[in-house]
């Protein structure tokens, strides 16, 4: 049997050799607190590579210093970052690996001493900061933000650029109605809502002409957020400014935990894939290779993106390619233990 998780797929010029993407997972590890790559971040990402998957995804790297989740984040807000995210991409395609970063801010979330900004004055908890209202001004210089990080992306010679669009950041709150209570042309219907990740979009890629992805939350666990219809309308959205995929997670914009099982987030990426006919990746729980072939075989997403099973076994491409039957050719100096 040929393995549909095996085979490569192509967004724009950049070819994937399998289906397989390392998530985007935060690693809290520049020290320093300087946004800039330290040597556990080249180890990590190189031997994620070397286990052969398709796309590694490196965490949320911050847009602007007040955008970090946390004072540990890689940031890309200074031509200072290029060099370090360079030697992460060395090491990545020295594997035959594409490689992508995830742009983000953090918006609300942001867990740091300095002022934090949002759609609106709506903290994330009672028990954390309460941001400060963006202005047009403030909006304007994140949407210049992103750009520039873009063009650095480029210079720092990633292959495909996804925004952080899930899990209650930034471009998220302003998505949704229950974090964007602007009354200005950046809020109110969900037409205005999108105007921020259209401006961001439109941007990008006056810096980058490579491929974009984003990742959502598809599903905000609150009847009087976003619901599916709205996801629709959006992904039509980002299909005509030229998205080439979104990444479907979900949760996240609220403090409300889902509850979690295998294959759990599917659902959101099979139907954005074939309502809005628009390639998707699926995430949250894939742990085995028969579990990634039968959503890939069935067309229910385009890419499978594995975290926390990845944390656990840099090599789980070569053990799904196993389960599969799939002759998986690895690093040579692995070769004595690969066969």
């Not at 998780?5 to 320093?32: D, Q, W």
């Not at 598809?218 to 619901?227: I, L, M, S, V």
């Not at 659902?267 to 628009?278: E, H, L, W």
């Amino acid at each position: 049997m040929e393995s549909s998780l095996f085979s490569p797929i192509t967004f724009g010029k950049v070819t994937l050799k399998n289906r397989i993407a390392m998530s985007p997972m935060c690693m809290y590890s520049s020290h320093t607190e300087d946004g800039k790559v330290a040597p556990f971040h080249l180890a990590h990402y190189e031997s994620r590579a070397a286990g052969q998957a398709g796309l590694i995804m490196i965490e949320a790297t911050s847009v602007l210093p007040e955008g970090r989740i946390s004072p540990q984040d890689l940031g890309i807000w200074s031509d200072d970052h290029i060099v370090g995210l360079q030697q992460i991409n060395e090491g990545i395609h020295r594997h035959g690996a594409r490689s992508a970063i995830q742009l983000g801010h953090a918006g609300r979330k942001a867990i740091l001493e300095q002022e934090i900004f949002a759609p609106s004055a709506i903290p994330f908890k009672e028990d954390m900061k309460t941001p400060t209202e963006m202005t047009n001004h403030d909006i304007k210089r994140t949407i210049e933000a992103f750009k520039e990080a873009a063009r650095r992306s480029k210079e720092a010679h990633f292959d495909i650029i996804e925004l952080h669009g899930a899990h209650g950041y930034l471009i998220s709150q302003f998505l949704s109605p229950l974090t964007n209570k602007r009354t200005d042309e950046y809020g109110g219907d969900r037409n205005g809502r999108f105007r921020f990740l259209e401006e961001v979009i439109e941007e990008v890629k006056t810096a980058w002409d490579g491929p974009i992805f984003v990742r959502i939350s598809a599903n905000e666990h609150d009847d009087n957020g976003n619901q599916m219809d709205d996801f629709l309308y959006y992904a039509e959205r980002m299909k005509a400014l030229g998205i080439h995929l979104i990444d479907c997670s979900s949760g996240g914009v609220v403090p409300v935990r889902p509850e979690v099982y295998p294959g759990y987030q599917l659902q959101y990426a099979d139907q954005i894939r074939n309502q809005a006919s628009i390639a998707t990746g699926a995430v949250g729980m894939i742990t085995s290779g028969l579990q990634a072939e039968e959503v890939i075989r069935n067309e229910r997403a385009d890419l499978i993106f594995v975290a926390r099973a990845m944390l656990r076994n840099p090599y789980w491409p070569k053990a799904a390619a196993d389960e599969l039957g799939v002759e998986l050719e690895g690093p040579v100096q692995y070769k004595r233990g690969w066969m």
